[in-house]
Every structure is written in C-alpha cells, then in structure tokens.
Nanobody
Framework: VQLQASGGGLVQPGGSLRLSCAGS????????MGWYRQAPGKERELVAV???????KYADSVKGRFTISRDNAANTVNLLMNNLKSEDTAVYYC?????????????WGQGTQVTVSS
C-alpha cells in the first residue's frame, strides 16, 4: 500500500489545518495508522496514531488540539489540527504499522509541510 499525504500549508498561529492520507489500496488490514513529524534540527516525533479498532494515542504536545480519524472503507486517515502553534511547524508524514506503532513504520507516505507563522 502506498500512502499519499496532503493538506499541508502555511497557517497563522491559532489557526487550523486538516491533513489527509490516502492509501493506494486497502488500509483495513494495517493495524495502526498515524502521523510522524520532523522539524529542522529536531528528532522525529510521533504525533498521533489510531488502531483499526479505534484506539488512539497522542503526543503530549498535541493532546486536546489534534484529532486523528480513520476511514477504512475510504482508505483514508485524517489529522485535524486546531490551535496551531509555531512549534507545530514540521514536515508531517503519514505512516502505517502492521503490528505496533512503537516499531519502525512498515508504510511511509511522502511528507507534507506544515508552517505555522504570522
């Protein structure tokens, strides 16, 4: 399954963006789907993941602001980002894990740039 991320862009602090990830095939068999991000000079950070059963995990830095959703029928995963801050600026990657999200991803999408700036 190939993953295609979209929806990044430039937004002012406090604004919102919705990232989308489309699978070229079925994602229903992929146990966990989610998003990493990487900012220049910083380590990669796991932002949010969702299991096929609906369990979610969020980085502490985004809890209460970001919401992940998953539509297996449409083969899509979305990340709604509200109240964006400058520290959310990063390249966001859509990922999939066949087993556990603590492992390296089994599936990678290309990144989409999110820039939060006034």
């Amino acid at each position: 399954v190939q993953l295609q991320a979209s929806g990044g862009g430039l937004v002012q602090p406090g604004g919102s963006l919705r990232l989308s990830c489309a699978g070229s095939g079925s994602i229903s068999s992929i146990n966990w789907m989610g998003w990493y991000r990487q900012a220049p000079g910083k380590e990669r950070e796991l932002v949010a993941v969702m299991s096929g059963g609906g369990n979610t995990k969020y980085a502490d830095s985004v809890k209460g602001r970001f919401t992940i959703s998953r539509d297996n029928a449409a083969n899509t995963v979305n990340l709604l980002m509200n109240n964006l801050k400058s520290e959310d600026t990063a390249v966001y990657y859509c990922n999939g894990w066949d087993l556990y999200f603590g492992d390296e991803p089994d599936y990678w999408g290309q990144g989409t740039q999110v820039t939060v700036s006034s």
